[in-house]
């Protein structure tokens, strides 16, 4: 300002480090209110990260000085309070580098009313999530999910006939290296089992490829009471030295005998006079074979003129 003493016209501005906000750029700092100099008492102080989707946050603490227990800093994977806690950090040790896997991360700071320090200084990155390797193609299933990126999970289900080995959920975690956290499943024909859906079909384990276990294995079919069985043996191609299928009228091996099956068969159907059907598989061959069976529930009205027809 003019006049005989030189002057500003405002007092000298003072840069503070302010308590909470939104910080938006792809990297920047974060400081406790006061710093360098102690924080003062009773605050509560929360900070977002928001940076674009499909980039994380590197954090990383280059000063750190609270009163231990009782003045801290958490820090949030996500926007919200009850987002995964990534760590809580209380004292003199420098705490380690932290990865977000949200494009939004909470810093949150706390002091109460006594022994006030320097509190902290961290500077942040924005780094890509990468996607975790893609699950398709999933060999007789199929996967359910909206991406594969950090944090999403996706879903395994088998086609029917096939059971799920593994998880059936898998996540996409964080890290330098993105991976699921469980090896991928896998769907295989089960040796048996009890069956308990209207329709489906019944195939030789390892189907497509063929069965190569020596063990004897038993089905059992049930559909609601009042619906006979149709079996449809689309595919039935058998060593001719000891490997068959016997089919039963019911849930054991004493019931009627609905016939013995084996070798090469284009196709053959079945219709049994009870809603429970056994199927028993034994291999005696060294060589392998596969086969198929289709089933379905029907009313056994319609079961008894099929059969007299048949």
């Not at 801290?72 to 806690?85: H, L, Q």
């Not at 996540?171 to 089960?190: A, F, K, M, Y």
Request: one cysteine or more; glycine letters at 10%.
């Amino acid at each position: 300002m003019p006049g005989t003493v030189r002057r500003w016209n405002y007092p000298p501005p003072l840069c503070i480090a302010q308590c909470g906000g939104t910080v938006e750029e792809m990297e920047g700092v974060i400081l406790s209110p006061g710093f360098p100099g102690n924080y003062p008492s009773n605050m509560d102080c929360s900070w977002k990260i928001a940076l674009p989707v499909g980039f994380g946050a590197h954090i990383q603490f280059l000063n750190f000085s609270t009163e231990p227990n009782h003045d801290f800093i958490e820090i949030r994977n996500g926007p919200y309070e009850t987002s995964r806690m990534m760590g809580r950090f209380s004292g003199s040790e420098l705490p380690g580098s932290l990865l977000s896997t949200s494009h939004e991360t909470t810093v949150y700071f706390h002091s109460d009313h006594s022994q006030n320090r320097p509190g902290f200084k961290l500077e942040y990155q924005a780094y890509e999530l990468q996607e975790c390797p893609d699950p398709e193609p999933f060999a007789n299933g199929v996967v359910r999910g909206a991406g594969y990126n950090v944090g999403q999970s996706v879903t395994f289900e088998c086609l029917p006939g096939y059971q799920l080995i593994g998880h059936p959920v898998l996540t996409c975690q964080h890290g330098t290296n993105r991976n699921w956290d469980h090896p991928l499943p896998r769907c295989e024909v089960p040796c048996g089992g009890n069956i308990t859906s209207s329709n489906g079909t019944v195939y030789s384990p390892g189907f497509p490829s063929p069965y190569s276990s020596s063990q004897d294995c038993v089905w059992l079919i049930t559909v609601p009471i009042g619906h006979g069985i149709r079996l449809n043996l689309s595919l039935l191609q058998t060593e001719p030295s000891g490997d068959f299928i016997t089919v039963w009228d019911g849930a054991q091996q004493t019931a009627p005998q609905l016939g013995v099956f084996s070798r090469s068969l284009a196709k053959k159907t079945l219709h049994s006079s009870s809603n429970q059907v056994l199927l028993k598989f034994h291999r005696d061959a060294a060589m392998g074979g596969i086969f198929a069976i289709a089933f379905s529930g029907q009313y056994e009205s319609l079961v008894s003129i099929l059969s007299y027809l048949h």
